[in-house]
């Protein structure tokens, strides 16, 4: 189910997936499913349970095998490994809120900054004061990324365990932002939140689209995928049953039989 090229010269997808494919033995987890996402833009992934999204995020993230074909700008990437993509710029945030627990906030995202924060040991040993002064940067480079990712100054200091479960959420999603990203992919990032926080990351989101980012979000929370998507690409038992704007997607009547329901 291949997506049609972009006509003229309109710039390329940030990240085009067509045809993706996932088998696990006899079970086809996702079957032949397209979507595309521009810079700039929010593409919501929604389903019912077992509809194969995580099986979709896996698979374009280059965790599991599968069939299809990934393209970066244009670029086909469906060979190269998940590390690889990171290098490109493709990131990804778990479900699970992950983080190093002896660290503090800081010093977390720090330690994610790679040549931005570390010298690397021949740099160390020989050109210590230089190396002091790239961290001292990198340091305040991620006091003021947290604070991008609603982090307040007052939680920096301690351990993500010491924190309320609003700023570990966040410190997972700015760990895998990391010191950038070209395509960010998140996994349910509204998981437990609510009130304050919720709003918070609804900022972030629109945020992260007005810098060029373009972002895929897996998502149960409806409000919150209708209110930022661009467009949104639902799945029902592995197959891409509908695909548009938020508008037509809540229109959809199969939408609406399969997982919005009549009321909505």
């Not at 977390?108 to 160390?124: D, E, F, I, P, Y």
């Not at 351990?159 to 349910?188: C, H, N, W």
């Not at 060029?212 to 919150?224: N, P």
């Amino acid at each position: 189910m291949a997506l049609a090229e972009s006509a003229g010269t309109a710039p390329a997808p940030a990240l085009r997936v067509e045809g993706l494919g996932v088998r696990y033995g006899a079970l086809v987890a996702l079957d032949d499913v397209s979507w595309e996402v521009h810079a700039g833009e929010l593409l919501g992934i929604i389903g019912p349970n077992g509809a194969g999204k995580s099986s979709c995020y896996e698979a374009t993230t280059a965790l599991v095998q599968r069939q299809g074909r990934i393209s970066l700008a244009g670029r086909d990437v469906s060979a190269v490994p998940a590390h690889g993509l990171a290098a490109l710029g493709v990131k990804r945030a778990f479900q699970q809120n992950a983080f190093f627990e002896d660290l503090s906030v800081l010093d977390n995202l720090v330690a994610v900054l790679g040549a931005r924060a570390h010298a690397g040991l021949l740099g160390s040993v020989f050109r210590p004061w230089a190396a002091a002064r790239r961290r001292a940067a990198a340091q305040a480079f991620a006091a003021a990324q947290l604070l991008r990712f609603g982090i307040p100054a007052q939680y920096h200091g301690l351990r993500p365990k010491e924190t309320p479960y609003g700023v570990q959420r966040m410190l997972s999603i700015a760990l895998a932002f990391g010191d950038g990203a070209r395509v960010l992919l998140l996994d349910e990032p509204a998981a437990g939140l609510g009130g304050e926080d919720l709003e918070r990351l609804v900022l972030l989101l629109q945020s992260l689209k007005r810098d060029g980012v373009a972002l895929v979000v897996i998502e149960h929370h409806m409000d919150l995928i209708m209110a930022v998507a661009d467009r949104i690409c639902v799945l029902d038992l592995g197959r891409r049953l509908a695909y548009g704007t938020p508008a037509q997607v809540r229109r959809d009547p199969l939408v609406l039989d399969a997982y919005l329901g009549r009321a909505s």
